[in-house]
């Protein structure tokens, strides 16, 4: 796994619980060290490792964590460049759902070693899209709803979110947009002025 990703886990248990926590659980997930690197790349069965130490340490089911660690990675003021990274996707939320097939493209221009999980949408009528993540683990798609929980919010649209399960092998989310002009949303520009 790209030491990106395990960092990203670490930052979140850090600012979320604190260092303590951190501490717990790298020691639980017998790391061997206090720090992932940012441009290294780890064998998988450690990050799985971190995350079973995070859920047991933090009395969380796994979902619930990777849920709760998409919706960090938007919302942080420390993850900033993410949530950017993100809104160029379009204007609206819906153009934002639209733009999600090529987020491994996007997410390459930043960091070129970097790979996600092949997503891909379907549109089930007004409002209404389904999002299929097909990855080597399982786990993503609960990671997008807190993403996507997160981005709805950025925009000021109310969405239900839901992970339907894992069908043929893609873990399965449906998407419901409610109401588009639900609240004004943060302040977004392409030019880098944030609110």
């Not at 997930?29 to 995350?51: C, P, R």
């Not at 993100?86 to 609206?92: D, E, I, P, V």
């Not at 733009?99 to 379907?122: C, F, G, K, Q, T």
Request: aromatic share 10%; with cysteine; proline share 3%.
């Amino acid at each position: 796994m790209h030491g990106l990703i395990n960092r990203s886990i670490q930052c979140f248990i850090r600012d979320t619980y604190g260092p303590a926590a951190w501490g717990d659980v790298a020691l639980a997930a017998k790391l061997g060290f206090s720090n992932f690197e940012s441009l290294m790349t780890y064998d998988d069965e450690l990050t799985f490792a971190v995350i079973d130490a995070a859920c047991l340490r933090l009395d969380k089911p796994r979902d619930t964590l990777l849920e709760d660690l998409g919706t960090y990675l938007c919302s942080h003021p420390n993850l900033e460049p993410v949530r950017r990274l993100l809104r160029f996707g379009g204007g609206t939320f819906s153009e934002f759902l639209c733009s999600l097939d090529d987020l491994d493209e996007r997410a390459r221009l930043a960091v070129s070693d970097l790979e996600l999980p092949n997503i891909e949408l379907y549109r089930e009528g007004p409002g209404i899209v389904s999002m299929y993540c097909e990855a080597s683990y399982t786990g993503f798609g609960h990671l997008m709803v807190g993403v996507l929980r997160a981005m709805a919010d950025d925009y000021g649209t109310l969405a239900l979110l839901e992970h339907m399960g894992i069908e043929e092998g893609r873990e399965v989310l449906s998407i419901r947009m409610l109401d588009a002009g639900f609240s004004s949303g943060r302040e977004f520009s392409l030019a880098g002025g944030v609110a």
